[in-house]
């Protein structure tokens, strides 16, 4: 099953920039929703073939929170400049259909107003998604009980008719109780509810939350790998020229299309053995 879209808590992206880059050569995903990216304005994290919209939160002159998209640079997309004070991101994707992704992130001590949560969905261009780690507990979503934040969630989810895609699975490991929980969500549009499967993967990734995944139903959006390339700067040119050297049995076939079939052969089987691929 192919992942298009991901989201993680990475607790920090340069700290887990190669378990990032990991997650991506494993499922090449077309967005990736990251928060607790820890990131201030001079660090410039990079993946190759992904852009990336972020939104830096910088308190006490130190980075904390934050939250960034990374996106396939293969689809046709543009950023959402958003009006709220939230951590929050959002861009619009062509993937044969045109789909606004948003990235949030609710710290756990912020007390926010049910009119920024508001103020925020009404800027999205529907459909949309919504993922993040919000930081609420709600047996909505398989948690033992409902706090104050997952009331807040469950309101703001039901007020805009939205649609929670969530299958009760955990996904945060909370190290000091040994202890599992859903912190990570993922809402969108009514409209497009029955298209996504929701996923969670097995592995932390060095991270305490899990990172959780949707699957397209009925479209295939796998980003297809590009061809491997030969590089020449690192051939070895002289052992290419002894493996290439034409046989007599070449030279002397009569059928010029035997010929050219056989030569060709023989320079690719050369190439093969001497020349690295990307």
């Not at 304005?41 to 939104?55: M, Q, S």
């Not at 007020?159 to 202890?179: E, G, K, P, V, W």
Request: glycine share 4%.
């Amino acid at each position: 099953m192919a992942i298009n879209l991901l989201s993680w808590n990475c607790h920090g992206l340069r700290t887990h920039i190669d378990d990032l880059k990991n997650i991506v050569n494993k499922y090449q995903p077309i967005c990736i929703a990251l928060q607790e990216t820890y990131l201030t304005p001079e660090k410039d994290p990079k993946c190759k073939n992904y852009g990336i919209l972020r939104k830096d939160h910088i308190q006490n002159g130190r980075a904390v929170g934050g939250v960034a998209l990374l996106y396939s640079q293969r689809f046709p997309s543009r950023s959402y400049t958003l009006d709220t004070s939230l951590q929050a991101v959002a861009i619009q994707i062509d993937i044969k259909m045109l789909i606004t992704i948003c990235a949030i992130y609710i710290p756990p001590n912020l007390t926010i107003n049910q009119n920024e949560l508001n103020k925020l969905v009404c800027q999205l261009p529907a459909p949309f998604i919504i993922m993040g780690d919000l930081i609420g507990h709600s047996s909505l979503w398989g948690s033992r009980d409902t706090n104050a934040r997952g009331f807040q969630i469950e309101r703001f989810i039901s007020d805009h008719n939205l649609c929670l895609l969530n299958d009760s699975s955990h996904t945060l490991l909370h190290a000091a109780t040994r202890s599992f929980h859903t912190l990570d969500l993922a809402i969108c549009s009514p409209s497009i509810m029955g298209r996504w499967n929701f996923s969670v993967d097995e592995d932390l990734h060095n991270s305490d939350h899990f990172p959780i995944f949707l699957s397209h139903s009925f479209i295939d959006l796998t980003i297809h790998r590009q061809p491997s390339h030969f590089i020449f700067s690192r051939a070895n040119w002289q052992v290419f020229k002894d493996l290439s050297e034409l046989a007599p049995d070449i030279v002397n076939l009569r059928d010029i299309d035997a010929a050219v079939v056989a030569v060709v052969n023989c320079i690719l089987r050369s190439a093969e053995a001497t020349i690295p691929k990307s």
